[in-house]
């Protein structure tokens, strides 16, 4: 199981994911139906953080401009962010949601990062991703 940054994470967490990971592979759902019953398997800090992004959606549902997403790993947040447009503003085509990132994790981290900081993905290369063709393509499917 790859899931985060496994040192920052509680055995409980660990243990959830690990179960997640089980109850997924084990279950005789296709796939379709797996990933629509999201819910099921997607952990309650991930749904918290998906509804955390449709609560600031709302309050910016009267205010022109774009979305920029700083960071975008696996699309994940610029998805939702897409996916709330088109659900609650299906007219409005000015709204752009711009996603950012180097598509290859961390260029480089500083002295300043590294010296008090124990997160092992404080590297080069650290925090990858999704390709960014896999990113695009989930932009597609979208169409
Ligand atoms: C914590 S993740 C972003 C998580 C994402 N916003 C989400 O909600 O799922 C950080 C992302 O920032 C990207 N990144 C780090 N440094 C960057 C830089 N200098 N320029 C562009 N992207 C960068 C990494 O590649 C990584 O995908």
């Known amino acids: 199981m ?6 920052s994470q509680s055995s409980n967490d660990l243990s959830q994911f690990g ?3 089980a109850l997924f592979s084990n279950d005789p759902a296709d796939l379709i139906e797996k990933i629509e ?3 099921k398997f997607a952990s309650r800090q991930a749904i918290a953080k998906f509804l955390t992004k449709y609560e600031i959606f709302k ?6 401009g774009s979305i920029v997403e700083c960071g975008v790993l696996h699309g994940a947040g610029l998805l939702a962010w ?3 447009s088109s659900i609650f503003e299906p007219a409005n085509h000015v709204r752009k949601v711009i ?8 260029p480089s981290v500083a002295e300043e990062d590294t010296e008090t900081g124990t997160f092992n993905e404080l590297k080069k290369g650290g925090l990858t991703g999704s390709a960014i063709d896999n990113v695009l393509e989930a932009v597609r ?3």
């Open 99 to 106: 996603g950012f990132d180097t598509f290859g994790g961390f």
């Open 59 to 64: 309050r910016i549902l009267t205010v022109n």
């Open 2 to 7: 790859k899931s985060r940054d496994q040192k």
């Open 82 to 84: 897409a996916k709330l």
């Open 37 to 39: 019953a999201f819910p």
């Open 141 to 143: 499917c979208m169409t």
């Open 19 to 21: 179960a997640a990971e």
